[in-house]
């Protein structure tokens, strides 16, 4: 079977849900979700997963050649407003531990490589604190 794109994202998918983090999750095109189950944000921590970009590259050529893909998932992390910081950077260790750069997902044979997982502030809301973890990954695919 060929390596995809789908299998890819779906490696880093997997990753977050082998984490077995304890914190609603909002999927991509989905409401926030814990252990399977819609769930309504009020008053505890939730994060949003944004899988950013997967941009394609050549890196042999010829039939049986590889392309690379470059790409990006965002993970956001919110904690109820003036609360403090410090939930939130203990959210923010436990998911980087889980996307150290080196270490390779895979799903269905497709294998994605962490180059980096930095964080930064997140955007200003009117109940939430929040920050973000940008996961920088790559992965092969083979040309059929």
Known sequence: MANT???ARTALIVGIIDANLSYPIQWPNLPPQLNGTP????NEPWL???ILSMEDGVSTLGAGGRDEIIGA???D???PKESGDIKSYQILEEIRAQFERGKVLTH???HVRITSAGSRQ???ESNWYSQIINV???SYLTRG
């Open 48 to 50: 949003r997963i944004t």
């Open 73 to 75: 998932m965002q993970i």
């Open 5 to 7: 794109k789908l299998d």
């Open 122 to 124: 997140g955007t200003d």
């Open 136 to 138: 920088d990954f790559s």
């Open 108 to 110: 269905n044979g497709q």
């Open 77 to 79: 992390i919110f904690t």
């Open 39 to 42: 769930y309504t944000p009020s």
